[in-house]
């Protein structure tokens, strides 16, 4: 499930918080860790998806995808293997115009590379939506 925030027109947020392990290969079969919807004014809007999780083998990395009305925001973002460099929170973010009205928006997870039981993980998962230069709800 997730959690739907509801703010001012300039910005919205959904987030799924449960760990989630897979196996499943994300070009094969992803996983689908968040299905929601979001309303919004016409406009251009700065996308920020943000997340924790990871994998704890050196053979396999962890894919993450954000689909808005069901179009991938590419490319996607892959966490690779035993990455020190990564921070606990990593994110990405995108520049889109969105029309108005309500969008479903989606995140999928899966694995990329190696073969055997180890497992990645999936945990809080955030998508941000605000709204570039608007002001006092306009």
């Known amino acids: 499930g997730f ?6 027109q300039e910005y919205r947020a ?3 918080e449960a760990q989630t ?3 499943s290969d994300y070009d094969a079969a992803p996983v689908l860790k968040l299905d929601g919807a979001i309303d919004v004014l016409a406009g251009e809007y700065q996308v920020t998806i943000s997340f924790t999780g990871g994998v704890t083998t050196t053979n396999r990395s962890l894919v993450v ?3 808005i009305d069901s179009v991938l925001q590419a490319p ?7 990455d ?3 921070e ?3 994110s990405k973010t995108h520049t889109r115009l969105i029309t108005q009205g309500t969008h479903t ?3 999928y997870f899966g694995r990329r590379g190696g073969d055997g039981a180890a497992s990645v993980s999936l945990g809080d998962v955030h998508v941000n939506f605000t709204r570039i230069g608007a002001e006092n709800g306009s």
């Open 88 to 90: 606990n929170w990593a």
């Open 105 to 107: 928006v989606q995140v």
């Open 65 to 67: 995808g954000l689909f």
């Open 21 to 23: 392990f897979t196996n």
């Open 3 to 8: 959690v739907r925030d509801l703010f001012s």
């Open 14 to 16: 959904l987030k799924a």
């Open 84 to 86: 020190v460099t990564d």
């Open 76 to 82: 996607e973002y892959q966490k690779e293997s035993k």
